[in-house]
């Protein structure tokens, strides 16, 4: 499988061929925002990820990055390291976690944890992020245990922790030390978790995978006891038709509800938002919002944000009127939720749009990443939608050529204290990977 097919590979339960129409009496708040190219930002490559034959630093950062207070970065490749992986792809390696230390105006890069393939783990998708306990926690979609196969590496998955180190080795970082909590053994635990954890407030954590369960993916809490972690499947989805194939992890509310998207599936077959609110000793299911792949957008494969007034954010990889896939907000009201279009991102109707989480800085404006279509000559964008006159204005802070700066950012936005971005792209830069879509990959700022 080539790596640009990976993720139409991935969507292989996604959406179906159907007649869309929006005549449901559903109010759609369509706004119109005035396009614009920012002239007044920096941006740079700040590491170029050097290749899968091998490559100590790593290759093909699919999932963006986690910022600390002190201004580190911290993320995931899906190959390269030093595992004795050969991925679907031929490239090598079973995946990294890395780290990129602040230092003066400078970066050095770190390498602090490399896959092995076995019961530790191979291929972490997800992003890493950081617990209560100060550790990193994040998910491999292969590796542990089972008969799985996912890109071409055994395993069905595990979920780990990364503990620091108690020193420094000089200017870098010493290898953090691997717990593997979890590993997934097939269909009934769930198959291919590949997106981050959240933590509840008693310390237990869920996640997603995309397979498993009843076939369609699953809903897992994790649970300390007895020094272990005990995994509960909490939801098994298409067990009523509702979704299927959840490709984002999930967002918690202060009062333990859980919130996700799914990318196919629902009332039209082209994904789902849905809730999980506990109930009694289990949990319900809610629908919020099923997409027709019509204006409203189809084929989510970002997650949700939320905001202090529990409104939820995120974006479509697909339809919307730009041909993009679009960014929407459901506000709850009267017991359920109302969809409201915030903006259609331009595009050429394939699949392009947003794959990770919006990022809102602390006025409310909304930053994210599209994929691009390399068949139709787009790379991707890093884009800004800002509040306008009861409106969204569409600004592209970065577009990428498709060349050493990087190509098909499938990357969240992160700040840090000064209004700087920083975020990857899948290809793209200097690596010796090769293909379809050049290049390794790159981690970039972009500085207002």
């Known amino acids: 499988m080539a790596r640009t097919q990976r993720r139409f590979w991935i969507f292989g339960n996604g959406p179906r061929a ?88 400078g970066w050095i890069f770190n390498p602090i944890y490399n896959f092995g393939g076995g019961s530790d783990g191979a291929g972490p998708w997800g992003r890493v992020i950081f617990g209560p306990d100060g550790n990193l926690y994040g998910t491999t979609t292969a590796g542990g245990e089972g008969d799985c196969q996912n890109y071409g590496y055994s395993g069905c998955g595990t979920v780990y922790r990364l503990s620091p180190p108690a020193h420094m080795c000089g200017a870098f970082s010493c290898p953090w030390t691997e717990t593997t909590l ?83 599936g629902g009332g039209y077959g082209y994904g789902t938002v849905y809730g999980l609110t506990p109930s009694g000793s289990g949990w319900a299911e809610n629908v919020l919002y099923s997409f027709q792949n019509g204006s409203d957008g189809g084929g989510s494969a970002a997650g949700l944000i939320l905001d202090n007034s529990g409104n939820l954010y995120s974006a479509t990889a697909l339809g919307g009127a730009g041909g993009g896939g679009v960014v929407f907000e459901l506000t709850p009201s009267d017991g359920s939720w109302a969809f409201n279009l915030l903006y259609a991102l331009p595009g050429s109707g394939g699949y392009e749009g947003p794959s990770d989480i919006l990022a809102m800085d602390a006025v409310g404006n909304l930053y994210g990443t599209t994929q691009g279509n390399p068949s139709m000559g787009t790379y991707g964008t890093v884009f800004k939608l800002t509040p306008s006159g009861g409106g969204w204005t569409y600004t592209a802070l970065h577009v990428f050529p498709g060349g050493s700066d990087g190509s098909r950012p499938r990357s969240n936005v992160v700040f840090d204290a000064n209004g700087n971005l920083y975020g990857t792209t899948s290809f793209g830069g200097t690596g010796s990977c090769t293909g379809d879509n050049p290049g390794c990959g790159v981690v970039w700022e972009i500085t207002p």
Request: with cysteine; charged share 10%; net charge negative.
């Open 18 to 105: 159907v007649a869309v129409g929006l005549g449901l009496g559903i109010m759609f708040g369509l706004i119109a925002g005035a396009a614009q190219t920012a002239q007044a930002q920096t941006y740079r490559v700040i590491h170029n990820f050097t290749g899968g034959n091998g490559g100590r630093d790593g290759a093909i950062p699919e999932n963006g990055l986690t910022r600390d207070n002190a201004g580190n970065l911290y993320g995931t490749t899906l190959h390269g390291g030093n595992g004795p992986c050969t991925g679907d792809d031929g490239l090598s390696g079973c995946g990294t976690v890395f780290q990129l230390k602040h230092v003066g105006s």
């Open 182 to 264: 979890y590993r997934f053994s097939g269909s009934l635990t769930g198959v291919l978790p590949n997106d981050t954890v959240v933590f509840d407030q008693s310390g237990s954590l869920y996640g997603t995978t995309y397979y498993g369960g009843l076939g369609r993916g699953v809903v897992y809490k994790l649970t300390l006891s007895g020094g272990g972690w005990t995994e509960s499947v909490i939801y098994n989805f298409g067990s009523g038709g509702d979704a299927g194939g959840p490709l984002t992890g999930l967002t918690i509310d202060h009062a333990g509800n859980l919130y996700g998207t799914t990318n196919g």
